[in-house]
């Protein structure tokens, strides 16, 4: 919306509704930590179609972009937290990190990614990352409110050689797509789960760096971050098991999402 005035233009239509390949751009840093925590807390998140995956391990990330193409060389931040899950339908049977939440700096992408991709977006502040040395930090914040601090020590280099592959299976990023029906409030409109394939795309690993990661939630009231408090309070209430590190990676290029599909 508005659709009277033509189809919207966003990542996967350009004017004229030319393509974007994505083959050098976007210029992505991405920060990122990871802990294992508490599968009952994590299962509560889930809505009803997923299943909690094997290891319940949290990863949190901030990706800072620049020079994208579909917003004519501007560029914008994410700051998602994902969690292994399952989805045993009658068609699919497909597991992958759910993404609980993205937090994006710009409206943008946040408007296309909400309806046309289903992803579960919201707004933040999130300024440029702090890189000094071995160590990286972000941060995350709405009107003053800083909500999350995000610290990566200790950085080692890694090896790029096979894109940073390896681990369990894993066939996509999953997320559930709602939309409520207007004046039916708590009745959903839309309401299923999709997925983002893991395959294709132009995205090439180019810095790998490792290191020991830790998260700084701040707990909000009401009054602090009035839209989104319990979002930023569940992920704070997360019990952290165990750090299992950071990392600090850049990449170029990646995909237009335009192969996101509903799950069966």
Partial sequence: MPTHFGPLMGPRQGPDGRKFECKDNPK??????????????????????FELGENPIVSVHCTHMKEIEWLAGRGYAVLGATFPAVFKGKE???RGPFLS???????????????????????????????????????????GFNFLDICVTNLTQQSTEGGGGGGAKVDGTLHYKY??????????DVGYPVITPAKGGNRKLVESWKGDGELKWNQARWE??????????????LEVVEYLGGSLTRTIGGKDLSDQRILK
């Fill in 101 to 143: 939440v993205l937090w994006e700096n710009l409206c943008d992408p946040i408007i296309t990614g909400r309806e046309e991709l289903g992803f579960s977006k919201i707004y933040c502040e999130m300024p440029e990352p702090r890189i000094c040395q071995t160590e990286a930090q972000c941060s995350a914040g709405w009107l």
């Fill in 28 to 49: 992505s840093t991405s920060v990122a930590v990871s802990f294992r925590s508490n599968p009952d807390q994590l299962e509560a998140l889930l809505p009803e179609c």
């Fill in 179 to 188: 939309m409520p029906r207007t004046g039916e409030w708590g009745t959903a």
């Fill in 92 to 94: 699919d049977h497909v």
């Fill in 224 to 237: 602090d971050l009035p839209t989104m408090y319990n979002v930023v309070n569940a992920l704070a209430d």
